[in-house]
């Protein structure tokens, strides 16, 4: 795949969505919050109920959130080696509404609420 493609892709995937955005999540008690690990988001929410995950490039420029407290801003950021991209399914039950969590590499970057869940 060439680096346009894949910076396509990365971009459709993460940032083109039907649900809402959110920067944390709770779950068992605790809060994950955006920059979490993979591993913090295991110990404090359990496995996911789906798991998609795929390589999109190397060595690419991908686009970076700079939240602040009056300015929100993008600037490109250089990862090296593979990007790796996870999307986390999180389903509650049928009080509360599925959560997708957002992973590139190891990091949590992105939280977003779906539908009303089911039991």
Same mark, same amino acid.
């Given at each position: 795949?060439?680096?346009?493609?894949?910076?396509?892709?990365?971009?459709?995937?993460?940032?083109?969505?039907?649900?809402?955005?959110?920067?944390?999540?709770?779950?068992?008690?605790?809060?994950?919050?955006?920059?979490?690990?993979? $591993?913090? %988001? &295991?110990? =404090?929410?359990? @496995?996911?109920?789906? +798991?998609?995950? #795929?390589?999109?490039?190397?060595?690419?420029?991908?686009?970076?959130?700079?939240?602040?407290?009056?300015? $929100?801003? %993008? &600037?490109? =950021?250089?990862? @090296?080696?593979?990007? +790796?991209?996870? #999307?986390?399914?999180?389903?509650?039950?049928?009080?509360?509404?599925?959560?997708?969590?957002?992973?590139?590499?190891?990091? &949590?970057? =992105?939280?977003?609420?779906?539908?009303?869940?089911?039991?």
């Amino acid at each position: 795949m060439n680096r346009i493609a894949a910076a396509t892709v990365l971009s459709m995937l993460l940032f083109c969505t039907h649900a809402s955005a959110d920067r944390t999540l709770r779950c068992n008690g605790a809060i994950v919050s955006v920059g979490a690990t993979r $591993r913090q %988001v &295991l110990d =404090k929410c359990g @496995p996911p109920e789906h +798991r998609e995950h #795929r390589e999109v490039a190397r060595d690419q420029y991908v686009r970076e959130f700079y939240d602040y407290k009056n300015e $929100r801003f %993008v &600037l490109p =950021k250089m990862t @090296p080696g593979p990007i +790796r991209l996870e #999307r986390w399914t999180y389903n509650f039950g049928s009080n509360r509404f599925i959560r997708y969590l957002y992973f590139r590499n190891d990091d &949590l970057i =992105k939280i977003e609420t779906g539908a009303k869940g089911s039991d």
